[in-house]
């Protein structure tokens, strides 16, 4: 999206109003089945969506508290609603989203767009229309590392995991996709590895975080090779400040990934989760691999 997108900017000047606000939610990535082709049922494909609402007034919050604005969770809530269930348009799905973004009062217009990873690839191959259903399938087998990276049966330096997942993503969409992943995965009772960079404890990744901390047993605060990553000692302060204590799982503390995965290796039957940057899962592949 641009700044403002092209449809608001033409409202803007018609709106009777000494001042505007707008509201963006942008590069929202979700893994659904979606199509009305017969090839694109029960198949899983990247949708993106932008949201921008155009508000009326410009005057700063009172008194710098998120119940003075308007929360633009209600934006992610918009989305979680609209897929819940199965369409087989993308015009159902916009349409609901823009339904309910357009329910509070001081919302004066709204723009909903989606796109598909195989929109993208047929604008810029033509020639893979003709082929479509050969090409989803090959574009549906392809896996990035340490993107929702599923294990089984991992041996390292003499213990053995059941489950481990390697996941590198480290902003809330991400986030909550791998909660999601986790939840369709049923994998409960986990142990946690967790790294992060300082500029990523941000308040807006907590609901994602709480999504994955419900069904982990072990939460490991673990750094990694790197100037960004945070102290583990922080990171766990910033948690215990945001989440609260009673809601976080029992949490440990290492100097490093190999210690990390040795502390793991003590609840071995726990499914394992190294996640929150793709440094730390890269840290962790290389560990597994030798």
């Known amino acids: 999206m641009a700044i403002t997108t092209h449809h608001l900017s033409s409202i803007i000047g018609k709106i009777e109003s000494s001042g505007w606000t707008t509201l963006r939610l ?28 155009l508000l009326e007034g410009a005057e700063p919050p009172i008194n710098d508290q998120i119940g003075d604005v308007l929360d633009y969770e209600y934006l992610h809530r918009s989305i979680e609603k609209a897929t819940s269930h199965r369409s087989a348009l993308m015009e159902t799905i916009a349409s609901s989203i823009l339904e ?16 598909t990873a195989w929109t993208a690839f047929e604008m810029m191959f033509p020639q893979a229309i003709d082929s479509r259903e050969e090409n989803l399938e090959i574009l549906s087998s392809v896996k990035l590392p340490a993107r929702l990276e599923y294990r089984k049966n991992v041996e390292w330096n003499g213990h053995h995991f059941s489950s481990l997942v390697l996941d590198g993503g480290h902003n809330a969409d991400a986030l909550e996709a791998l909660a999601l992943q986790l939840e369709d995965w049923q994998l409960t009772n986990t142990t946690v590895i ?21 069904s982990c047993a072990l939460l490991i605060a673990c750094p990694f090779d790197s100037p960004r990553s945070v102290k583990p000692k ?37 499914p394992l989760v190294v996640c929150g940057s793709f440094y730390l899962a890269g840290e962790g592949m290389k560990l597994l691999s030798d």
């Not at 967790?194 to 901390?213: A, R």
């Not at 766990?236 to 995965?261: C, N, Q």
């Open 100 to 115: 309910s973004i357009l329910i509070p009062e001081n919302v004066v217009a709204g723009v909903v767009c989606l796109r």
């Open 194 to 214: 967790l790294g992060m960079s300082g500029d990523k404890l941000q308040p807006v990744l907590i609901p994602m975080l709480e999504k994955i901390f419900r």
């Open 234 to 270: 922080e990171l766990l302060r910033f948690l215990h400040v945001e989440i609260g204590s009673e809601k976080l799982p029992k949490t440990r503390t290492v100097p490093g990934a190999e210690e990390a995965l040795g502390l793991a290796a003590e609840s071995k039957e726990n």
């Open 26 to 53: 942008e590069d929202v990535v979700m893994e659904l089945d979606i199509g009305a082709h017969d090839h694109e049922k029960g198949v899983k494909q990247p949708v993106r969506f932008d949201i921008e609402v």
